[in-house]
């Protein structure tokens, strides 16, 4: 059944001279942005703010979730080896503060785009060394020496997104997909890298319940990870996974102050949150904060 949008999900259409910029850009050199592919709300407020974020490893993925518009395919293109290079100089010519890198899951190749996706990091660090870098992979089918790899090309923010709750997950995500892998991933990530901060994005209004939504936020916390996102899913076309619910602004409210009390370092939860939503201002904002506290325990020091 198809649900009327209710009023606080309605956007202005994106425009304005630095979108139409961002999006020449991207299409001269072949790359592919989440922000379209996804068909992302916050696309205009985002691309204004000099934040964006890229999918390497082609436009097609070898998983099949429900709630994702991104297009599926068993066999995918190859990869394109250029990718990593053009990917770091369109970066560096968008000036952009704060870039998040994603991908689609390559199942088919045999690491699985570990590789490849660092290399992507490796370029954006060459060509652009101002530019904080947020990446958010997939599971990598949960093996510890692929997440090393991406791990290891030393991105500020490694996320991971667990999508929803642990009895929705075989109705949201594909089969391949799990919700105590997508922990176990976001385990390892910290266990490699301890120091790192990490993240995960739940999307709300797909039959969940909040007693789930705060079990889930739990479960994130017991594996460590610092940052979260909580968003009202869409539906994207007639053939994906319908809406259950359209969740209220004061419900998001609620879900904010409950990942706040359990202790992560910053909760984004709101209708049009994404797992990107403003990434750069909330990581910037974190890592001041840090800073001064660190500032202040040298001085004290001294």
Known sequence: MHRAKPPWLKVRAPGGERYTWIKAQARAQGLHTVCE???CPNIGECWAGGTATFMVMGDSCTRGCRFCAVNTLRMPKPLDAGEPEKLGQTIAAMGLDYVVITSVNRDDLEDQGAGHFADCIRAVREAAPGTMVEVLVPDFQGRRDLLSVVSAARPEVIAHNIETVERMTPTVRDPRAGYLQSLRVLQMLKDLHPGRYTKSSIMVGVGETESEVRTAMGDLRAVGCDFLTLGQYLQPSAKHLEVQAFVPPETFERYREMGCALGFAYVASGP??????????????????????????QEIQA
């Open 37 to 39: 592919e996804a068909r």
């Open 272 to 297: 049009l949150v994404r797992s990107s939503y403003k990434a750069g201002e909330f990581f910037i904002r974190q890592h001041l904060q840090r800073a001064a506290v660190e500032a202040t325990a």
